[in-house]
Nanobody, 120 residues
Framework: QVQLVESGGGLVQAGESLRLSCAASGNVVNIYNTDWYRQAPGKERELLAAITSGGTASYADSVKGRFTISRDSAKSTVYLFMNNLTPEDTAVYSC??????????????WGQGTQVTVSV
């Protein structure tokens, strides 16, 4: 089992940047992939970025070149660097972990989410 805690959200002006953190605890060595999602009011949840335990990153086209996902394995933390924010980035941002419970089973864990609000 693992627990995920997001932090770093807040209220910023358009054009500013934020770094979100997703800190994992528990059996963190069994996490093989971590994702960042966001969901704005009235919209579906959107996958933004993913990073594997080996450090391979991937991005949705909507944020590629502007957001960067990274990990600090020593701190069991995955980061999302969000640059040049716009009001359309306003959403609740959540992290998600793919967890290898056994050789034949994976499980999914979610953080509680952190609010990002971008004003004009």
């Amino acid at each position: 089992q693992v627990q995920l805690v997001e932090s770093g959200g807040g209220l910023v002006q358009a054009g500013e940047s934020l770094r979100l953190s997703c800190a994992a605890s528990g059996n963190v060595v069994n996490i093989y992939n971590t994702d960042w999602y966001r969901q704005a009011p009235g919209k579906e949840r959107e996958l933004l970025a993913a990073i594997t335990s080996g450090g391979t990153a991937s991005y949705a086209d909507s944020v590629k070149g502007r957001f960067t996902i990274s990990r600090d394995s020593a701190k069991s933390t995955v980061y999302l660097f969000m640059n040049n924010l716009t009001p359309e980035d306003t959403a609740v941002y959540s992290c998600h972990a793919d967890y290898r419970h056994s050789d034949t089973e994976i499980r999914n864990f979610w953080g509680q989410g952190t609010q990002v609000t971008v004003s004009v």
